[in-house]
């Protein structure tokens, strides 16, 4: 073992952290030797996903031994005459996540940067890293501004210079839940200059309510450096399937599909994505289902004088007002699954998935008992 394999790795690669998940129900069982636990630690949909979309699976599942369409007719077909754009505009990714790192591989290197926001989703800082492209973090919104924890658009602009290929925008931003409007948007795609691509990340599109939340597919057209992502993992309920995309300017979609493996996207998870798209009552009835967990939730923090960072995603990140890792530990023995953000840089808060009202309430009676502890 003469060899040291860490330090043959690329610098970006040997500093890297990996991504942390949230713990799976499985692996909390068996460690701690419980049962009916709840997971409200990934932004999943408590509802599952549309019965539709199982049948599709269903109906695929004879079809496995063959590879799949690598190109992805059905869908992109479907997501095209859905965003009125050619299918050749669509790329599709084992989860939208990997939209993002198809992206950091075309455009980002060593002498190039990424900018995005403190507080950020965390698979930012893992794809430029990985490339060795130098990531710019800019300081987000303060604690006590309107949008605490939130994009600081003028902070991120300021910090783009020749070298930035990249900014990555999330909207509404996990785990802040926080969210940029339609003008604060749509000056940012105005000033960013037109070599800089702007990826922005509607994970959470679907749950958005808010008003003046833009659709930032109409603004595609206007600027061809525009890529926005979303995925089918949040509120179409299949994120063990791994599907999501992007929708672009055709040249950057052109790029993007010379770099991503030939069958990126499952026979399964096309199916299914195509079928949940049909299914706008299982959309409809998810977003109900979280607005009104979302008020239970809120208020219970509310009653209890703990803060929170206002959210219009499926999720909130509610202030422990101390260290929230112990909490975390603590509702884990209780077997409440949530995540810790102190890796996001907030230390004190825990980010909760609004789930089913049960949940909910089996969450915050949890909460009350290791808070009084
Ligand atoms: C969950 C999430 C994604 C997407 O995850 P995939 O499962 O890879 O589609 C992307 N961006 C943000 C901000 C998310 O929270």
């Known amino acids: 073992m003469s060899c040291d ?13 990996p991504y942390q998940p949230g713990k799976p129900i499985e692996e909390l069982e068996r460690e701690l030797g419980i049962r009916e636990s709840i997971k409200l630690a990934s932004n999943e949909n408590p ?4 019965p539709k979309a199982l049948e599709a699976v269903r109906a695929q599942l004879g079809g496995i031994a063959l590879y799949p369409d690598g190109n992805g007719f059905a869908l992109k077909r479907r997501l095209a005459e ?44 893992i794809v430029v ?33 020749a070298d930035t290929r990249v900014v990555f925008v999330a909207n509404p931003n996990n785990p802040t839940g926080t969210w940029l409007d339609e003008d604060a948007v749509h000056g940012f795609l105005k000033r960013v200059p037109e070599d800089v691509l702007v990826v922005m990340d509607e994970a959470y599109f679907e749950y958005v309510e808010a008003d003046g939340y833009p659709d930032s597919s109409r603004w595609l057209d ?36 010379r770099v991503r493996q030939p069958f990126n996207t499952n026979l399964l998870a096309q199916a299914a994505a195509v079928a949940a ?9 998810s977003v109900r289902v979280n607005r009104e967990g979302l008020v239970q939730v809120m208020d219970a923090c509310r009653e209890r004088g703990l803060g929170f960072i206002p959210s219009v995603g499926n999720f909130l990140s509610i202030d422990m007002g101390r260290e929230a890792g112990p909490v975390y530990q603590a509702l884990l023995r209780e077997g409440v699954i949530v995540r810790p953000i102190a890796g996001y840089g907030l230390p004190n808060h825990l980010r909760v998935t609004i789930g089913r009202a049960h949940e909910n309430t089996r969450f915050i009676a949890a909460l009350d008992k290791v808070l009084r502890a």
């Open 5 to 17: 394999y860490r330090a043959l790795a690329l610098a970006g690669v040997q500093n890297l952290t």
């Open 47 to 50: 509802l599952g996903p549309s």
């Open 82 to 125: 859905q965003f009125d754009v050619a299918p050749s505009r669509i790329t599709l990714g084992n989860g939208s996540n990997e939209i993002l790192e198809l992206v950091a591989r075309a455009y980002l290197a060593p002498a190039r940067n990424a900018v995005f926001s403190a507080h950020a989703f965390a698979v930012y800082p």
């Open 129 to 161: 890293q990985a490339v060795g492209a130098e990531a710019r973090v800019a300081p987000a919104n303060g604690p006590d501004h309107a949008m605490p924890y939130g994009h600081d658009l003028d902070a991120m602009a300021s910090l783009i210079n």
């Open 222 to 257: 206007a600027f061809p450096n525009l890529l926005l992502t979303r995925t089918f993992s949040k509120i179409h309920g299949l994120a063990g399937l791994r599907i999501g995309y992007g929708v672009s300017g055709e040249a950057v979609a052109d790029i993007l599909n």
């Open 277 to 285: 798209l049909d299914d706008t009552d299982h959309v409809s009835e």
